[in-house]
C-alpha cells in the first residue's frame, strides 16, 4: 500500500460556544439587540449583553433621547440586565 496524507475533517460544533460555563451576560462580545412586533406599527426593542462595566441607565438615557422614545432597565434572573 502507499502512504497517502489523508486528512479527515473533524466534526465542528458552531453552538459549543454558546454551551460553555462562562457564557452568561457580559461574558463575550456580542450585544444582542431583539425587536419584537407588537400591533401595527408598535414594537418592542431589548438590548443585552453589555458589559457590565457599561451603566445600563446612562446608555438607556442617551437611547431615549436620540430615537425620542420610551424605555427601562428590566433585571431578568436568566438574561441579567436588560433594556426594555
Keep these: 500500500m502507499s502512504d497517502l496524507d489523508i486528512h479527515i475533517p473533524t466534526a465542528f460544533d458552531p453552538f459549543a460556544d454558546a454551551n460553555a460555563e462562562d457564557a ?3 461574558a463575550k462580545e456580542y450585544v444582542h439587540i431583539r425587536i419584537q412586533q407588537r400591533n401595527g406599527r408598535k ?3 431589548t438590548v443585552q449583553g453589555l458589559k457590565k462595566e457599561f451603566s445600563y441607565n446612562k446608555i438607556l438615557k442617551d437611547l431615549k433621547k436620540e430615537f425620542c422614545c420610551n424605555g427601562t432597565v428590566v433585571q431578568d434572573p436568566e438574561l441579567g440586565k ?3
Design 24 to 26: 452568561g451576560a457580559g
Design 43 to 45: 414594537s418592542l426593542t
Design 82 to 84: 436588560v433594556c426594555v
